[in-house]
């Protein structure tokens, strides 16, 4: 059967009928797919113009509008799930790159507006509308309304719909950026004719054969009243370099070590926000919580916390005036963390530049988050305890069971959870769904899943050291994990937590996996002599450049398909999600520009996904249970309705 498939692929795949492998190219090009696969070939802009245009605009405009996705200040969950796992360095990069690419424009649409609506959008870019607060748009995006360096973009060669969807942004407060925010006040001082008017006349006009944007922004004129953008600030900042104070003594330098295994900056940092001042929001079936200020301020920190209090939030899961904490802390697995360490870490803490941020309350259905709700769960789900070390076991067995039960707490993710949202520990370790993201964390005691034997150790550590394996990447949640934490795991942590992870396979029987009980009319679907040929051409055109003819990956870059275990799960949530959403692999110390995959939800069908994928499950040696229409859409509306 895979013959067959194999054949089928060779005859229909669009990128070569011989199914000789083309080189590869390593380059920014290639890394940016993920971004070209909407904003079209070299960022030219996508087809319909909704997806716009990025080759040539200033770099510290793409810049700020990366930023402003990824931290929520400009709305689009697309975008900034792609952005989340990557640094300001390689967002800078990415913006360079794009911000230099001279191409052809092309001509604008005829106009379909009055003459008299086109005058008035023409007086307002070139006169504006000072009784009003309102500059002409000439004022900050040059006479030629191309743009000015190094954060103001051109105004031409965009279709209306999208100049209309981002003045209508601005005023909604969808479209936000750095305070202060001049575009939102322009924009709200317009009236809906003035917006009809100035985007039609805009939409109308040619670009200048020399598009480039403007060396520096044009003088304010004399008396005129100078609009401040904070913009250009974060533009000017581009290239500053951030100095991290070094922790004060021994203890919390071991203490900041300590707090990279543990992840604790990714939570308790809000996008865009300064470290560990909390803010971020934590979604659960039960409504959404904001970590909290670990930071020494007295007022909204731990300024005025002890030793003795951090120890009975860490160990006990509860808070200095004796509120029971939420478990979405995950106390149940930091419990088992040392004195000694969670004395290290509150010494790092404190070393930490004070932040004066209140913490946010939690959102939570009600009885949930309430005292008596809390202490009802904890009386049934929560101990707490100390880790034990086992002294038949050796010294790296021990560590790395610490790591993985403890600091690391990889159970609150690889563990499934009950209706009251508690790891059900008679399954520790066996995989489940994470709650709300709907991203599997796969089983660590299964080799048919993320379980580790001599077979898959190198390709587990190195995914966990870089991000990259040959046959994964790290996407989802785990992308967070790997950039937060498990890149700055020393090498005998690694070890000891490679020889924990192995001990877990060889002390549970491996089982087969089961045949699928879906439907014979269901497994069939997508295993059709057409289907497959029309699976094989979508993969030609969209995937084989990247992942390679026969599935085989590029090291380093792509993941192989072929005899790879995550393309083989029995539970297709990662696949069907890495498809949908695209991604890249987080930005590590060992892999600072990763290559990006795009986003196939705006390109293929959901029929037309799940072809693909059944197709991949079952070529190059590959044998798995087909994807349906329903597990594609299903997913695509759970991520929708977040």
Known sequence: MNKLFLKIFCLFAATSLSCAAAPFDDSMAQRVQACTGCHGAQGRAGPDGYYPRLAGKPAGYLYNQLLNMREGRRHYALMAGLLEPLSNTYLLEIATYFSELELPYLPPLQASASQAVLARGRKLAT???????????????????????????????????????QLGGWRSGQRRAQSPDCMGHIANNLSNQDVAAVTHWLAAQPVPASAKPLAALPAWPAGAKEIRCGSAAVASAMTAVTVTPQPATPEAVRGAYLARLGNCQTCHTAMGGTPFAGQRPIETPFGTVYSTNLTPDPATGLGNWTKDDFWQALHHGQAKDGRLLSPVFPYPSYTRVTREDADALFAHLQSLPAVNQANRAAQMRWPFGTQLALRAWRALFFNAQTFQPDTALSADWNRGAYLVNGLGHCGECHTPRNLLGATQQTHALGGGIIPMQNWLAPSLLSRAAAG???????????????????????????????????????????????????????????????????????????????????????????????????????????????????????????????????????????????????????????????????????????????????????LRERQASR
């Not at 390109?603 to 597990?631: H, Y």
Request: aromatic share 4%; proline share 9%.
């Open 127 to 165: 006169q504006g509308a000072p009784v009003h607060g309102v500059p002409p748009c000439q004022q900050c995006h040059g006479e030629a309304l191309t743009g000015a360096a190094p954060h103001v973009p051109g105004l031409l060669g965009l279709p209306r719909d999208y100049l209309n969807a």
């Open 452 to 634: 580790v034997d001599p077979e898959h150790l190198e390709d587990t550590l190195q995914l966990l050291k870089t991000g990259n394996a040959l046959h994964d990447t790290a996407n989802g949640p785990m992308a967070l994990v790997v950039q937060g934490s498990t890149q700055y795991l020393n090498a005998s942590d690694l070890r000891a937590l490679g020889v924990y992870l192995q001990s877990l396979t060889q002390s549970v029987k491996q089982v087969q996996p089961e045949p699928s009980a879906r439907p014979a009319a269901a497994k069939s679907a997508n295993l059709t002599p057409a289907a497959l040929a029309h699976a094989a051409q979508l993969y030609g055109k969209h995937c084989a450049d990247c992942h390679g003819q026969h599935g085989q990956g590029v090291a380093g870059a792509y993941p192989a398909l072929a005899n790879n275990r995550a393309v083989l799960l029995a539970d297709t949530s990662n696949l069907v999600q890495t498809v949908l959403h695209g991604g890249f692999a987080p930005v590590t110390q060992a892999n600072p520009r990763p290559f990006g995959m795009p986003p196939m939800m705006l390109t293929l069908s959901d029929a037309e996904i799940a072809q693909v994928l059944s197709f991949l499950r079952n070529s190059w040696g590959n044998q798995a249970a087909p994807v349906t229409e329903s597990d594609v859409s299903h």
